[in-house]
C-alpha cells in the first residue's frame, strides 16, 4: 500500500515489459532456428515468488509482476508452439546472490496505515536476505535441464523452490504462520495486538 508508484512501475518494466520487448525482437531469428533438438527455446525466469503459495509479505508489486511473468510464460508456451517454439518457466527460488544488495531501504511515509507500528514493519522488510542455493550450483543445474533434448515446460530449482512446489497442491493459507514467522509478520501482529487490535491503528 505504501509503494511509489514510479518504483513500481520500474519492476513490471523489468520482470514483465522487457520479457515481451525481447521475444518480439528475437521472433524472426528464433522461428528460423535449426537447433538441433529441433527448434528455439525461450526460458523465462520467474520466481516462486509469483507462486500463490509463496507471496512473500511486503513484496507485492514483486510478487506480483512475477506472477504476471508465469501467466506470460504459459501463454507464450501454448502461442509459440505453433511456431515450433518451445517456452520454459524458470522457477528459480533462493539463490546466495547480490539481488537483495541494491534493494532500496524500507521507509514508510508518515501517511502509512502501518505508521504506528514503523518499527517493526521496516525490520520485517529488512529480513529479506540472500540464501538459499549457491549460485554456480543453480547455474550449472539450470544448464543442464535447459541441455536435455525435452527440458520440463517448468524447471523448479534454487531454495524452497521444491517446497513451494509440493504447498501450490495445498488449501491456500496452509502455510500462513509459516510465512508470517519467516518474514516477520508475526512481530507485527504481536505489535497490533499490544495496541488493542486493528482500529488502535485509525487516527
Not at 129 to 144: I, L, P, Q, T, Y
Not at 160 to 166: C, E, G, I, L, P
Request: charged share 25%; with cysteine; net charge neutral.
Amino acid at each position: 500500500m505504501d509503494i511509489d508508484f514510479d518504483k513500481a512501475k520500474e519492476i513490471y518494466d523489468l520482470n514483465v515489459w522487457s520479457p515481451i520487448a525481447v521475444t518480439k525482437a528475437f521472433l524472426p531469428l528464433l522461428q528460423r532456428s535449426r537447433h538441433e533438438y529441433g527448434g528455439a527455446l525461450v526460458v523465462n525466469n520467474t520466481s516462486i515468488s509469483g507462486q500463490i503459495s509463496a507471496c512473500v509479505p511486503f513484496g507485492g508489486v514483486y510478487n506480483s509482476s512475477k506472477a504476471a511473468a508465469t501467466s506470460l510464460t504459459e501463454t507464450l508456451r501454448l502461442e509459440l508452439g505453433v511456431l515450433g517454439i518451445k517456452v520454459v518457466n524458470l522457477v528459480t527460488g533462493g539463490v546466495k546472490s547480490g539481488f537483495h544488495e541494491h534493494r532500496f531501504k524500507a521507509q514508510l511515509p508518515d501517511s502509512s496505515p502501518y505508521r504506528k507500528v514503523k518499527a517493526e514493519v521496516e525490520k520485517a522488510i529488512a529480513r529479506h536476505a540472500d540464501g538459499g542455493m549457491d549460485r554456480e550450483r543453480w547455474a550449472e543445474e539450470v544448464v543442464r535441464e535447459l541441455g536435455k533434448k525435452n527440458p520440463s515446460y517448468w524447471v523448479w530449482r534454487g531454495g524452497f523452490s521444491a517446497a513451494v512446489r509440493v504447498a501450490n497442491h495445498l488449501p491456500v493459507g496452509t502455510f500462513d504462520g509459516t510465512m508470517k514467522e519467516t518474514f516477520g509478520l508475526d512481530e507485527v501482529e504481536r505489535k497490533v495486538q499490544e495496541l488493542g487490535g486493528p482500529r488502535a491503528l485509525l487516527d
